[in-house]
């Protein structure tokens, strides 16, 4: 069984840069690495994706070193709107393999 | 951006009945989608990959005749949870990729939650 952990919860405080790390220990060399945000009850809303190095987008940075066995999601300046659970996904070739990590509860204070 | 939908938001049903779920995509045709079920602060877990117009992939210990899957349509996908007991209680969530494009994002709907007395 695939094992793609992830710190439980994280606390942070407006205006501060959050960085969330998933270990990917069972990763095959054609997944991709995807990252979702999920607010309660309701469905997870994707914020990125890549296979190795660096991505970035209008909302969050993805850095993959090169053994790929972590991945670590960057939000720059968080909000209060910001508070959700991040998820870490491994997506197979064709979308044969779906495994999410076990999620970070991420808190943010004013 | 792409939308799927979900339907009905929430359940509650008896022990020993059935509740069909519906998935629908609204603005893609979908040749695949995808159910998971999520438990009370836990991760989601897929279920099965189903494919318009073939039968569905259920993952390891999934029981295939409880939950049953059809995929009628480039639109539609339904979860039936036949015989529901108070175990199956949960929240049901499907997803769609847009095979129009060439991501890895799948696009996920509101969820169903469902509860079995």
């Known amino acids: 069984l695939a094992k793609t952990t992830q710190p439980i919860s994280m606390d942070s405080y407006e205006g501060q840069e959050v960085n969330i790390t998933c270990s990917h220990n069972?990763?095959?060399?054609?997944?991709?690495i995807t990252w979702y945000q999920q607010f309660p009850s309701q469905g997870p809303r994707f914020i990125i994706q890549g296979y190795k190095t660096k991505v970035t987008n209008e909302v969050a940075s993805l850095f993959i070193p090169a053994d790929r066995k972590s991945s670590t999601l960057s939000l720059p300046r968080v909000s209060l709107s910001d508070t959700a659970v991040y998820y870490c996904l491994e997506v197979g070739t064709g979308f044969q393999k779906l495994v999410f990590g076990t999620g970070t509860r991420l808190l943010v204070s004013p | 951006g792409a939308v799927v939908s979900q339907h009905p938001s929430r359940v509650i049903c008896k022990s020993g009945t059935s509740v069909k779920i519906e998935c629908r995509s609204l603005?893609?045709?979908?040749?695949?989608m995808f159910w998971y079920r999520q438990f009370p602060k836990q991760s989601l877990m897929l279920m099965a990959t189903s494919n318009e117009g073939s039968k569905a992939t259920y993952e390891q210990g999934v029981e295939k005749d409880k939950f049953l899957i059809n995929h009628a349509s480039l639109t539609l996908s339904t979860l039936t949870v036949t015989s529901a007991h108070p175990e199956d209680s949960s929240f049901y969530i499907c997803?769609?990729?847009?095979?129009?494009?060439?991501?890895?994002?799948?696009?996920f709907g509101p969820g169903t939650r469902l509860t079995v007395t």
């Open positions: 069972n990763i095959a060399t054609n997944d991709y």
């Open positions: 997803s769609a990729r847009d095979p129009g494009r060439s991501s890895y994002e799948q696009y």
């Open positions: 603005d893609f045709q979908a040749t695949t």
